[in-house]
């Protein structure tokens, strides 16, 4: 069974504040890491697509980090606003199986101005 | 493109009624899911299509779950009878294949069973 655990769960840090949380994977059949930020009473939205290791990306104050062989992925944001506030969702599509996603549960931010 | 377009996006129903979720993948797009997002689970994959065809439905939660994808446009989630703990919201998402490609989610239909 495949698994895909973030942490921590959730976070409340003070406007202005950087912060980062992790997002870990099986290292074994890697081809991509996704992550979603997932505002309250909205849809899931796509950040990035992460696909080699050692990659970063970046979107405006956030930023991700990936490391395939030790199965793990960060997600930075710089300068917290209260309008970062959401879940950051990260996902594992499994090999040979389309686009099937295997989400973690997910790490919930609070920004607090 | 639209996006994906999911209807009704609010639905309040009673117990025992039946309910139909649809859902409008976007065009081109071969791979359509159906994820339902709760308290306790999260969001949790229901079912999945490839090219209409269902390929895996191992998180139907019991047989008063069905779907359908009866062409390349459109799908529906139908829940006979509802009952109270079906109340979550429902997202329909679609694909094109490749596991680096992004998924993109519908805005998602609002379920409440009295």
């Known amino acids: 069974i495949l698994n895909v655990e973030q942490s921590p769960q959730s976070l409340h840090v003070q406007e202005g504040d950087s912060t980062n949380f992790t997002c870990s994977f099986p290292s074994s059949n890697f081809y991509a890491l996704h992550w979603y930020r997932w ?22 104050r956030i930023s991700a980090t990936l490391n395939t062989k030790e199965g793990y992925s960060y997600l930075y944001i710089k300068g917290s606003q209260p309008e970062d506030s959401a879940t950051y969702l990260c996902a594992f599509p499994i090999y040979n199986q389309g686009g099937k996603l295997i989400f973690g549960q997910g790490t919930e931010l609070s920004v607090k101005p | 493109d639209a996006g994906v377009i999911q209807s009704p996006r609010h639905e309040v ?30 969001l949790e994959l229901l079912i999945y299509f490839n090219n209409n065809v269902p390929i895996d439905d191992s998180g139907m939660p019991e047989d ?15 829940i006979q009878p509802s009952e109270p703990r079906d109340s979550a919201v429902y997202f329909c998402a679609s694909v094109g294949g490749l596991g680096t490609d992004t998924q993109y989610f519908g805005p998602g239909t609002r379920l409440t069973v009295l």
């Not at chain 1, 505002?39 to 405006?60: C, I």
Request: a positive charge; glycine letters at 8%.
């Open chain 1, 39 to 60: 505002e309250t009473a909205k849809s899931p939205e796509a950040l990035f697509v992460m696909t080699l290791n050692g990659d970063e990306k970046k979107k405006g």
């Open chain 2, 13 to 42: 129903t009673e117990m025992g009624q039946e309910v139909t979720l649809r859902c409008k993948p976007i065009s081109g797009h071969d791979y359509l899911f159906w994820y339902r997002q709760t308290m306790m689970r999260g």
């Open chain 2, 64 to 78: 008063r779950f069905s779907a359908k994808m009866p062409n390349a446009s459109f799908s529906t989630l139908k």
